[in-house]
């Protein structure tokens, strides 16, 4: 089954060392990422270049080390600095807004064992399956190890890290772009935090560029989530305590009046979710989440998506806090492999 996973790129050291091994490891799927990046963007490499360099600043103020990590990435890879920069800030550059996804997260009355399980189903275009990987990093400086599901030379994406804290994504649309940091290393950095409360004070620290939702969980039985936009954040909360869904529309009252139904399958993938949740209130386990993750009987579309707006459910996650696990699949829920993974 090991050609059906994603590969797994594992790193230790210091933050440049485990940049320059992360560069090295997969060399030649960096090179294919910049390609899909000039690709989906339409824009040439050069001034995709220029445009991420003006983040810099931003992401040298939220994390020096992150910076050390892509300068090692670089020399690794044998690219520029600055194409390492890219691949930090790729939809930024492009001011490109993308993604589908279905989020979730669920404790006490709602799982089998009232521990917390929080995941999703990745949508994307489906290039970008073929330059994904699995990124484990091992730092030696005090700060956690950490597994997340991303793509050769993005040094942050969806994982889960030693204390069981793991975040998961939703695309948000119709916002203004704005000066502020890009996601990707925001992203990073909520693996390097001890708990939920520390990773919405990032948040509530740091201005974005544009805007996502974030789908938060951490080992010690909390789950959250927040709204992340260019002027703020907002958290959502669900009618019960136990559960969180999200799919890629506003649901709180600061942001709701932006929403201009961009991704019209959002509200019913959305409504689908929770109701195959509540089906199953009480008695869901990780396989439960795999199932609903492979639904199809959704109008006018279900949970797994194959091609609509030219998306498709490339990966699947749910983490196990509480076990130190997370599971990835590779491919559709429906027919894709999946594979659990020690933190």
């Not at 804290?165 to 695309?171: G, L, T």
């Not at 009987?297 to 609509?308: L, S």
Request: glycine share 10%; net charge negative; with cysteine.
């Amino acid at each position: 089954m090991l050609e059906h996973t994603f590969p797994l790129v594992e790193v230790s050291g210091s933050s440049y060392e485990m940049g320059y091994q992360h560069g090295a490891q997969t060399a030649n799927l960096i090179q294919r990422y910049l390609l899909l990046i000039e690709r989906l963007t339409k824009l040439p490499r050069d001034v995709l270049c220029r445009n991420a360099m003006t983040f810099l600043p931003h992401i040298q103020a939220l994390s020096p080390a992150f910076v050390d990590e892509i300068r090692g990435l670089a020399a690794g890879a044998a690219i520029s600095f600055e194409e390492a920069v890219l691949c930090q800030a790729r939809a930024e550059a492009g001011r490109v807004a993308e993604g589908g996804c279905t989020a979730f997260a669920l404790m006490g009355a709602a799982t089998a064992d009232g521990q917390p399980l929080a995941g999703q189903n990745q949508d994307l275009e489906p290039e970008y399956a073929d330059v994904a990987i699995l990124l484990h990093v091992k730092p030696n400086d005090g700060r956690p190890r950490a597994l997340m599901f991303t793509f050769a030379g993005q040094l942050g994406y969806s994982g889960m890290n030693e204390h069981g804290v793991a975040h998961f994504a939703n695309a948000l649309y119709d916002f203004e772009w704005q000066p502020g940091l890009p996601h990707y290393p925001l992203k990073r950095l909520i693996l390097e935090q001890a708990n939920v409360a520390a990773c919405i004070d990032l948040f509530a620290q740091h201005r974005t560029c544009s805007a996502a939702n974030a789908m938060l969980c951490d080992g010690q039985g909390h789950i959250a989530d927040v709204e992340v936009c260019p002027d703020g954040i907002a958290r959502f909360y669900d009618d019960e305590p136990d559960w969180l869904v999200h799919a890629n529309h506003y649901l709180t009252p600061p942001f709701v009046g932006y929403e201009r139904n961009t991704l019209p399958d959002s509200c019913p993938r959305l409504d689908r979710m929770r109701t195959l949740l509540r089906a199953h209130w009480g008695t869901i386990t990780v396989e439960t989440m795999q199932a609903l993750l492979a639904d199809h009987d959704g109008d006018p579309a279900g949970i797994c998506r194959h091609g609509e707006r030219g998306m498709h459910s490339i990966s699947g996650y749910i983490a196990e806090p509480a076990k130190g696990l997370l599971h990835v699949r590779r491919g559709h829920g429906c027919l894709g492999t999946w594979r659990a993974y020690e933190v």
